[in-house]
């Protein structure tokens, strides 16, 4: 059954760890960037369980620690492989739930990527959503690696991909 992600709290870790680093992880600013590990970090806290299921180490999503984690939980391209290609509707399913979205469909909690040659290579969370009336204007990102708090994601620069959470199973 597929069940609610909590995109306040989310939202509420993300604002609070997006310029610190949370000292329950590990910072992997100096081997490539925390980027990824900080937003699987706001996921775990808006409730998505790990994932320690998969049948290898690409298809599970965890961090118990510096030496016991995935590759999907702090690399930006193995993290959207797994985000998006865990969505198979079967009695095995477990984990988050997301797909692909377009900029217009993004909420609170999303994920925006940077691409380059369409590989990941940064990650970012969707903090807040900037509108005139009805009209949106532009969405407030939350990053590490260079933390950000509430930057507007139209002054990031490069290609960039939406990823929407639609929930988990459990």
């Keep these: 059954m597929l069940k609610e992600y909590d995109r306040e709290k989310a939202v509420a870790y ?73 969505n198979g509707i079967s009695t095995e399913n477990y984990g988050v739930y997301a797909r692909d979205a377009a900029y217009n469909e993004l909420e609170l909690g999303d994920i925006v990527q940077l691409v380059y040659d369409n590989v990941a290579y940064h990650a970012m969370i969707v903090t807040d959503i900037i509108l005139d009336g009805e009209y949106l204007v532009d969405y407030l990102i939350c990053q590490h690696t260079y933390d950000l708090l509430d930057y507007p994601l139209s002054l990031k620069e490069g290609e960039q991909r939406y990823i929407k959470i639609l929930g988990y199973y459990q």
Excluded: M
Excluded at 20 to 35: I, L, S
Excluded at 58 to 85: D, H
């Design 14 to 86: 993300a604002r609070k760890w997006a310029l610190d680093h949370n000292p329950a992880y590990a910072n992997y600013e100096f081997y490539g960037g925390d980027c990824t590990n900080y937003v699987s970090q706001c996921l775990r806290a808006g409730n998505i369980p790990f994932d320690n299921i998969g049948e290898h180490v690409l298809k599970k999503w965890y961090w118990y620690s510096e030496y016991s984690r995935t590759p999907t939980w702090t690399a930006s391209e193995p993290f959207y492989q797994y985000i998006v290609g865990n």
